[in-house]
């Protein structure tokens, strides 16, 4: 599918996987409206490749109404990436008890909130705008990529809320890309392993926690980057023979 010419909104575009998936599309053609929480960074890059920052919390439908309009208001929108989300705080990992600690149970609902319940209601607004646009040659009007993980297959203890909201992402797929085939949009799932971005936070211990995760990966014995996942994503949303399908984009790290 060639989107040069669309308009595209990046989820999460601000930083990471999202960002590198928003330079990706501004390369290929596309304005891209990067829609974050976060408005510094956000604005910086929307500047950097033409776009346009949303200030947009997925947890919030009237905003990310708002964001599809001003993406079909620039250009027939394509293209969604829904890369936004939250993951597990480091302190969480290994550490065992938290599954009876009664906070947990607020920290539950806000994950599944933002990642899953989130990616739904985008993938809804935008489908419904994406369905009135002209199809191409192969009658297709649209695609979407949403992020899930591979702890939606094989969480650690202290991940149950993350692994319950991507483990939803990787269900939801199937139903809904078959839903929307006949609006001529697919939906495809790219499921990271270790990547290397600003979601296991900054500083001196969370150097020393990615570089002990990159340990964990057999071969090649490091995390991933953020600009190999967007390539993922790129193909997901360009290739018209690529549909309901989730990728496992993991350095192998099921490998024993
Ligand atoms: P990141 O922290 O670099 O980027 C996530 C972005 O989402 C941030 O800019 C943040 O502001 C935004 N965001 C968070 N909550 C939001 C909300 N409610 N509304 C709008 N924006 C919000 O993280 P990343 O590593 O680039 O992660 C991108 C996606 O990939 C996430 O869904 C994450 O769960 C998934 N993932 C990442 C990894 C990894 O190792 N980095 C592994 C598996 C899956």
């Known amino acids: 599918m060639d989107l040069t010419g669309s308009s595209a909104i990046v989820t999460g575009g601000a930083s ?41 919390d997925v947890t919030n439908t009237e905003q990310i109404t708002a964001a599809v309009n001003a993406a079909a208001e620039i250009a027939p929108l394509r293209a969604v990436v829904n890369s936004a989300g939250v993951g597990f705080a480091q302190r969480t990992i290994g550490r065992d008890g938290q599954v009876e600690s009664a906070h947990d149970l607020d920290w539950f609902k806000r994950v599944v909130n933002i990642n899953l319940v989130g990616t739904f209601d985008v993938v809804r607004q935008a489908a419904s705008v994406m369905s009135r646009n002209e199809p191409d040659a192969d009658g297709c009007r649209g695609a979407i990529v949403n992020l899930a ?19 939803g992402v990787v269900g939801m797929t199937l139903p809904v890309a078959r839903d929307l ?10 499921a990271p392993g270790l990547i290397d971005t600003p979601i296991y936070g900054e500083g001196e211990d969370a150097e020393a926690f990615k570089s002990k995760l ?22 997901c949303l360009t290739n018209s023979y690529m549909n309901g399908e989730t990728v496992r984009l993991d350095g192998g790290i099921r490998m024993p």
Request: glycine residues 14%; charged residues 15%; contains cysteine.
């Open 149 to 167: 993980s591979v702890a939606a297959f094989d969480g650690q203890i202290g991940q149950a809320s993350y692994s319950a909201s991507k483990g």
């Open 181 to 190: 085939a006949a609006s001529g949009i697919r939906l495809n799932t790219v």
């Open 16 to 56: 990471g996987i999202g960002a590198a998936a928003a330079r990706r599309l501004a390369a290929l053609g596309c304005t891209v409206v990067v829609a974050d929480l976060q408005a510094e960074k956000g604005e910086a890059l929307a500047a950097e490749i033409g776009g346009v920052f949303a200030q947009v």
């Open 214 to 235: 990159g340990e964990s990966v057999l071969f090649p014995r490091r995390l991933g980057t953020g600009d190999e996942l967007a390539s993922m994503v790129v193909e």
